[in-house]
């Protein structure tokens, strides 16, 4: 099984930036397609972007051109990043990562609140 716990989030003003992380350990494998969903009070949790094995990247259209994800391997545990630069107000939501394909979901793990505010 997989653990996945979720941090960097915060509150921020439009235009700033965050960077979230993602710990996951246990079977690591599990973790070659990886992404970042978002889940907006009162609405669906959406993926917004995904990183598959060595480097395809996806990104939603609302957030393409701001976050960047990207990953970083060691032996027993992987961390996926999502770089947030120019945040909006309609960024806020709470932040998950889990697999990116659908079919394949792992448990979810606590989420990260993000809220862009002035």
């Known amino acids: 099984q997989v653990q996945l716990v979720e941090s960097g989030g915060g509150l921020v003003q439009p235009g700033g930036s965050l960077r979230l992380s993602c710990a996951a350990s246990?079977?690591?494998?599990?973790?070659?397609?990886m992404g970042w969903y978002r889940q907006a009070p009162g609405k669906q949790r959406e993926l917004v972007a995904s990183?598959?094995?060595?480097?395809?990247?996806?990104?939603a259209d609302s957030v393409k051109g701001r976050f960047i994800i990207s990953r970083d391997n060691a032996v027993n545990t992987v961390t996926v990043y999502l770089q947030m630069n120019d945040l909006k107000p309609e960024d806020t939501a709470v932040y998950y990562c889990?697999?990116?394909?659908?079919?394949?979901?792992?448990?979810w793990g606590p989420g990260t609140q993000v809220t862009v505010s002035s």
């Open positions: 246990g079977n690591i494998f599990r973790t070659l397609f």
């Open positions: 889990n697999d990116a394909r659908a079919a394949y979901l792992l448990p």
């Open positions: 990183i598959f094995g060595g480097g395809d990247l996806n990104y």
